[in-house]
C-alpha cells in the first residue's frame, strides 16, 4: 500500500505479527490499482461486465459507497481518471507499476449510484467508462479489518497503522486508550499534537505526502469532485478521530476539501474531533483536541508550500 505499516498486539499470540502481515499482503493485491489482476484492475478493465470479486471487496465497494454518502460525495472513488490525466499513474514505490485504463473516453467523479454490487453473487459492476480507486479508505479499512481479527484471535487489544491511517480495537496499554502522536505536517520531525484513544480509528488527509511536478506545476493526489482537478485547498492536513479508521479517512478527505474557512464546521456537523493546519502552518481544532497540541493554536506562520517548493 506503498506505506509503513506498525502492527502491535497486546499479550497476542506469537503468531499474531506474521498472520496481520500476510492479511495486509492480501488485501493489498486485492484492491490496488497497480497491480495487475487485481480485483480492482478487473473491474476498471472489464468494460461494463459482471466481475467476481472476493468477499473482502464486496466489503470494500460497500464500505467505499458508505463514505460516500457520509461525505455527502466529497469522498468520491470514480475520481480515477482525473487522478490520471493530473499525472499520477505510477505507484509511489515503484515507478514500474503502472495504472492503465482500456481505450476511450471515461467519466470522472460521478459517484457510486451506477456501480452495482451484488453481495449474494459476489460480483461488482461497473459502467464501462468508470474506473475507481479505493485511496485511503483502502488503508483504513484495512487496519480496521485487521486489528479486530487480531483480537478475535486472541490478542487482548491491537493497534494497526498503515500510513497513518490507524485503527485500535479490544484493550490498550494504558488505562485511558492507546498514545498517538499527530506528525505536524511542515515539520515531520515535531508532533504536532499527542490523542489518547481507546477505540475506534485516527486518519489524516495531506496535500504533501503525494506530489509531483508537471510541466513546471506542483500538483498533488487530492482530486476535488466538484471539479475534477487537485484541490485549491489551503489546507495542507487533517487528522480525524472517528469510530472507525476508514470514516476517519473519509471525513479527513471531506475536511481537507472544505479549506479552512469550513473544515470545523464540517467536523461539528459530522459530530468528529478534528484538527486542520493550513499552508502557513496555523492550527485549528476541535474543542475536544485543543488540550492535546504540543503548541499554541496561533503558532507562528511558516513559509507556505509554495516558497518551500521555490526553495
Known amino acids: 500500500m506503498a506505506s509503513s505499516v506498525v502492527i502491535i498486539t497486546l499479550d497476542g499470540p506469537a503468531s499474531a505479527g506474521r498472520d496481520a502481515r500476510l492479511r495486509l499482503i492480501e488485501l493489498e493485491a486485492l484492491w490496488s490499482r497497480f497491480a495487475p489482476g487485481s480485483d480492482i484492475d478487473r473491474l476498471n478493465t472489464a468494460a461494463g461486465s459482471p466481475v467476481p470479486v472476493s468477499r473482502s471487496t ?17 469522498y468520491d472513488p470514480t475520481v480515477l481518471p ?17 495504472t492503465t485504463l482500456p481505450s476511450g473516453p471515461h467519466r470522472s467523479c460521478v459517484g457510486m449510484s451506477e456501480v452495482h454490487i451484488d453481495g449474494d453473487a459476489s460480483t461488482v459492476t461497473l459502467p464501462p467508462d468508470v474506473a475507481i480507486d479505493p485511496g485511503g479508505i483502502g488503508k483504513g479499512l ?31 496499554p494504558q488505562g485511558h486508550g492507546w498514545e498517538v502522536e499527530v506528525e505536524d505536517p511542515h515539520r515531520p520531525v515535531d508532533a504536532l499534537a499527542h ?4 477505540a475506534g480509528g485516527v486518519a489524516t488527509s495531506s496535500t504533501i505526502s503525494r506530489r509531483w511536478c508537471v510541466d513546471g506545476t506542483i500538483t498533488h493526489h487530492v482530486i476535488d469532485p466538484r471539479t475534477g482537478v487537485a484541490s485549491t485547498t489551503d489546507l495542507v492536513a487533517v487528522t480525524v478521530v472517528a469510530p472507525r479508521a476508514w ?23 459530522h459530530r468528529l474531533e478534528a484538527l486542520a493546519v493550513d499552508v502557513e502552518g496555523r492550527v485549528l481544532t476541535t474543542d475536544g483536541l485543543e488540550p492535546t497540541l504540543t503548541r499554541p493554536i496561533l503558532s507562528r506562520p511558516i513559509p507556505s508550500l509554495r516558497e518551500e517548493v521555490r526553495s
Do not use: K
Open 58 to 74: 464486496i466489503t470494500l465497494l460497500q464500505t467505499m459507497v458508505a463514505a460516500a454518502n457520509a461525505t455527502g460525495g466529497r
Open 247 to 269: 470514516l476517519a479517512e473519509a471525513h479527513a478527505t471531506g475536511a481537507l476539501l472544505g479549506g479552512r474557512g469550513q473544515v470545523l464546521e464540517y467536523a461539528r456537523e
Open 82 to 98: 482525473a487522478l490520471l490525466e493530473a499525472g499520477y499513474r505510477a505507484s509511489i514505490d515503484d515507478a514500474d507499476r503502472i
Open 142 to 172: 484495512a487496519a480496521d479489518l485487521v486489528a479486530e481479527q487480531l483480537v478475535l484471535d486472541g490478542a487482548a487489544g491491537a493497534l494497526v497503522s498503515i500510513g497513518g491511517d490507524l485503527a485500535v480495537a479490544g484493550e490498550s
Open 195 to 198: 490523542l489518547a484513544v481507546p
